[in-house]
């Protein structure tokens, strides 16, 4: 292995962020217990805030951005991994105070990371990522909270992002009647493709929330948070349940306690950073069994190391459509 790799590295001046391709020494990775050669990562929404400088997703300077990625162990210096095994790395601050996924090489704590599923590719891993990962555990929280297909029509807001595609994918193939909204009207098409049985324009859930509205959903995945969450919560059926996991539109929430103490309404906060390892496996057990091979390919596009700058701006403008791999082998 040569002894320097290519790495995506953002650092800060008194002008402001940098970002620029480098080739770096081992001796740039952080501490760790296991090596890994990457092979893939992708470009989540997370990445693409913290490249752009967009809000404060870095929280060491300099750093290799990249929220996830996957790839085979060279080195192990303790753990439950070995050189050769495949390997998945979501969350744990990965890419904000950790060196992440867009490089060559990666070393991290053994305790992040997940064998990969028999059968999966890094490839298809990370066609997954981040964002399907998180969309699985979304729809665990609804069907744990009682919320099944027989209950009624289900909402995935920004569904054409990678969570909500991943979500659509997911919920229509266990036989839920999904909704969903995008303010992007000729995707629709895509959107059905997916599994969606109706789409529906982001403003029938914009404007000033009402506490409670005609009830509709018997759950929802949102990852907009801010006005569009505030105006699911009062349109969710009574004992429905929302599963909340993105602030694309803000960190506020102004809505009213109505829909909780007057329907029962749940809103169960979903989080694949700090993700506990058993939950971890549970849900890499399910995607790889459940999640449609063609569908997944359908929302995926794959990019180089070099076009990662580019594909931040472009997923922040909100101007990428399902998911993005990075192809770094």
């Not at 990445?47 to 750093?63: K, M, S, V, W």
């Not at 950790?98 to 064998?115: D, I, N, T």
């Not at 959903?217 to 006005?227: E, L, Q, T």
């Amino acid at each position: 292995m040569s002894d320097t790799f290519r790495a995506l590295v953002v650092d800060r001046t008194d002008d402001g962020q940098t970002v620029e391709m480098r080739r770096v020494g081992g001796d740039f990775l952080m501490d760790g217990d296991v090596d890994v050669a990457v092979s893939h990562s992708t470009v989540n929404y997370k990445d693409g805030l913290a490249i752009t400088g967009r809000a404060p997703i870095i929280r060491t300077f300099p750093l290799i951005p990249g929220i996830d990625f996957a790839g085979t162990v060279t080195a192990s210096r303790g753990g439950d991994f070995a050189t050769g095994d495949r390997v998945i790395l979501t969350g744990w601050g990965v890419g904000e105070s950790h060196h992440g996924g867009y490089a060559e090489r990666a070393r991290v704590k053994s305790g992040w990371l997940v064998p990969m599923p028999e059968g999966m590719t890094p490839g298809r891993a990370m066609a997954i990522g981040t964002a399907g990962f998180t969309a699985m555990l979304c729809v665990m929280a609804l069907e744990e909270q009682g919320v099944l297909p027989q209950s009624g029509e289900v909402l995935v807001t920004g569904a054409t992002g990678g969570v909500g595609s991943v979500a659509v994918a997911l919920l229509a193939g266990r036989g839920y009647r999904v909704v969903a909204s995008t303010g992007k009207a000729d995707e629709a098409g895509y959107l059905k493709e997916l599994g969606a049985a109706e789409v529906i324009d982001r403003e029938e859930l914009a404007g000033k929330p009402r506490p409670l509205a005609k009830a509709r959903w018997a759950g929802a995945v949102d990852v907009a948070g801010s006005v569009t969450l505030a105006n699911v919560l009062s349109q969710v059926k009574y004992g429905g349940t929302v599963a909340a996991c993105g602030l694309a539109q803000g960190m506020d929430l102004p809505a009213s306690v109505a829909p909780f103490i007057l329907r029962g309404v749940k809103l169960v906060g979903v989080d694949s950073v700090m993700c506990p390892k058993e939950r971890r496996l549970q849900a890499w057990k399910l995607l790889a069994e459940e999640l449609d091979g063609e569908k997944l390919a359908a929302m995926t596009s794959h990019i180089t190391l070099d076009d990662v700058p580019d594909a931040a701006g472009k997923i922040v403008r909100g101007e990428v459509r399902g998911r993005l791999v990075v192809d770094i082998a």
